[in-house]
DNA sequence: TGCCGAATCGTTACCGGAATCGGTCGGTCA
DNA sequence: TGACCGACCGATTCCGGTAACGATTCGGCA
């Protein structure tokens, strides 16, 4: 028997149903869409629900058999400099795709990262998309593919976003860009522009991106024939103090860089607040560049020339991989960077 | 007679009582937490558990009358200058009273908006909170009580954050911050300096939190004994294209201000830009002070004296308040702001 | 007139937990 | 020694949908 509405309770179908005269399953029908209903039968059960104010319990449908209809994104703090950019992209497709977006954090810390993807296990997350970070790269790969393969069992699929993929045979869809060739391309930019003693500031120990980035700016070199002076590649964090700090002690020590090539914008901008408190001009005696193009590059003075990394389809990409997989799409997608020439660098005055 | 696990499946409640030789109920208790259960008993179904794998389906959990545990986050945009940080806020007090966090974006149209808050009430949030962005505020109020009174019939609270009040007798939970506060100070601290002609740049028509900042304006105005100039007072956007377009226009028609208050530290970026442009010295010719202090006002050169906004405890705000409501809490809460000193305003020189 | 298949709609059986209810068992207290 | 209490556990029912299958109606056509 139909279960009569009582007053206090939010309706349902069956109450929809007792209203419009029909079974709960023609409504679900209406609602569905995907199936013939007589007009004259769909307009009655429309106006029910209208009448009623009816909305289905997302939970019960999910329950039943239906998918969550939901992607979960877990990143490491929402307030880095481009995370919001991935974090909008991976809306929008989400929205796009009738989706809707859970949003966790981490702090970058491993432990918080596990008790987050159980949590995500728990809600049966279509797809579960882990966002940068740093990692220390010994436990990282098996934490991953153990993460791939739980998420796996649970009905999810794992997505790893600007993230090394974990190796083969793991249950997981990776989408990354392509760090090295940025960085070769403004290596190259600079050797082109004359430059020879090309520092790197910000290379973080134990961290895949500055690893490729750092092969790039050596491919460069070798193809301009050029040979990599190690004492200018200097070790340090992706933030404003490590890139300044690491600037004056490149400066104490020696101080015939032409150009320095920051690991992020971040960097740059303490490379360009250093250079500054020594009197040091930019672009004119020092060029300098970055990584990222996060908005600030923009912003700072002189405006940083640095190469783009696409976040916001980094996000969309991660959405769309991890909900439509097949045979003929890939697992693994790799997208492409491009440098943004603006006022930081020169051609090198002789 | 309990479900034996077939394969393929995902193990259920039943498959851990069929293996931990229980009920179902007895594990439902020993996942709980809050009835006793033997030592014995407690340890045989947690070793099953570990065994299968199992994880709880959180949607069959909601569906069978427990909460959600689940907070939605609705903003016009990730990537505005402070929503990250106000989705921090959010993000983090949900993590600590163990909710999840939706998000959902609106891009600023209130037809979407609708449509988000339909989803969201599909989801069962426990709270829903919307997050600032411009108001037509002549249909504002009715929309707002309108979302209110449909959220709360499907169980969830709504939460207006850094948006007017919708009124009494709304079901709504509101945190605001001190907008005149805020522009009253800032204010005061310019007329303290001996500034007597204050341009405020950036008025925005129609939009609550310029009324607001413009009353504070005035008010201290009034206090000081100083007439205000209506001239002084500029229209515009919350972009930095409009601070620079309504400064040129500003000393075009009159260079007489001595202090420019912007309405938001982006518009006080184009400030600066439109002043350097004129060869006019900030602090020394002219102070800039902004409102909002997001991480771009200690970049900015000088260095931006601005009203410090706290966005990321009015998300922290919001949930406290939308999870523990009771008689003694209030519905409403209007956190403190304060001017933060930088480098972008000096007293009147004479 | 009678058969057949398409269009519609209902029935039944879950989905995976939580809560209610009731019952057993060991021990305390008068 | 018997009433009583609290710890402990299981059967049952319900939550609000969906999938699979069955039933019914009706027009077309032989």
């Known amino acids: 028997m139909p279960r009569r509405s009582e007053p206090g309770k939010r309706p349902t179908l069956a109450d929809v149903a007792e209203r419009a005269g029909v079974s709960a399953m023609t409504v679900s029908r209406v609602i569905a869409g995907n199936y013939p209903v007589a007009p ?34 877990v990143l490491d703090d929402a307030t880095g400099p481009f995370f919001a950019f991935i974090a909008r992209g991976v809306e929008q497709q989400a929205a796009s795709e009738g989706r809707l977006c859970l949003l966790c954090t981490t702090h970058g810390d491993p432990e918080r990262e596990l008790a987050v993807v159980e949590l995500l296990r728990e809600q049966r ?25 739980a998420l796996d069992k649970s009905g999810s699929r794992l997505v790893l976003c600007g993230r090394p ?69 200097r070790p340090g964090t992706f933030t404003r103090e490590s890139g300044a700090a690491a600037t004056e002690a490149l400066w104490d020590e020696r101080g015939d860089a032409t150009a320095v090539f920051a690991a992020t914008d971040m960097v740059a901008a303490g490379v360009l607040k250093a250079l500054r408190g020594r009197g040091v001009r930019v672009p004119e005696d020092v060029s300098v560049v970055g990584f990222d193009d996060i908005p600030l590059a923009s912003d700072l003075t002189p405006a940083l020339t640095t190469v ?27 997208l492409g960077t491009h440098i943004v020439v603006r006022d930081s660098a020169a051609p090198l005055r002789p």
Chains 1, 2 share one sequence.
Do not use: C
Request: cysteine-free.
């Open 125 to 149: 997350a279509e797809a579960v998309i882990l966002v940068g970070g740093a990692q220390d790269t010994d436990t990282y790969t098996e934490r991953m593919a153990s993460f791939a393969r």
């Open 40 to 73: 004259p039968t769909r307009s009655k059960v429309l106006r029910a629900m209208r009448d009623l104010d009816y909305v289905v319990n997302a939970h019960a449908r999910a329950l039943a058999g239906a998918t969550t209809k939901t992607v979960a994104l």
């Open 165 to 233: 993929s974990p190796g083969p045979d793991v249950p997981a869809t990776v989408v990354e860009y392509d760090n090295e060739g940025g960085a070769y391309a403004m290596t190259a930019y600079l050797l082109a522009n004359g430059h020879r003693r090309i520092a790197y500031v910000g290379r973080e120990p134990g961290l895949s991106t500055t690893d490729e980035r750092v092969r790039g700016y050596r491919r460069a070199h070798a193809d301009h024939g050029v040979a990599v002076d190690e004492g200018l590649i």
């Open 308 to 334: 783009h990394v696409p976040h916001e389809q980094l996000g969309r990409e991660a959405v769309r991989l991890a909900l439509h997989r097949g045979p003929d799409l890939d697992d693994r997608v790799v």
